[in-house]
């Protein structure tokens, strides 16, 4: 299974973004897909989640200005950024909770995408 995550880029205060990550491989069904951040000099903190049937959750520090969601059929989750801010700034990565195999009892496994750069200029 491999993630693809793409949509960073350079924007100015204020402005939007959209990431997308898109799963492959060996993949019978996706539970919650995740997206995640790592600023310089900070540990990696959850941004947003969205579970199978698209229930979502921020962190505070997102709430009203981010927006996750994601398209089953194509085994993809986005992030909508708008009214980005410096402290935005950070590697985003993207982590799916999928299954393999439909056979009764296995277990999901967590894959993670390669990360890409946002960065937010005052």
């Known amino acids: 299974v491999q993630l693809q995550a793409s949509g960073g880029g350079l924007v100015q205060a204020g402005g939007s973004l959209r990431l997308s990550c898109a799963a492959s491989?060996?993949?019978?069904?996706?539970?919650?897909m995740n997206w995640y951040r790592q600023a310089p000099g900070k540990e990696r903190e959850l941004v947003a989640g969205i579970t199978s049937i698209g229930r979502p959750n921020y962190a505070d520090s997102v709430k009203g200005r981010f927006t996750i969601s994601r398209d089953n059929a194509k085994n993809t989750v986005y992030l909508q950024m708008n009214s980005l801010r410096p402290e935005d700034t950070a590697v985003y990565y993207c982590a799916a909770e999928v299954y393999i195999t439909s056979r009764p009892g296995a277990r999901a496994y967590w894959y993670w995408g390669q990360g890409t750069l946002v960065t937010v200029s005052s």
């Open positions: 491989g060996s993949i019978f069904t996706i539970n919650d």
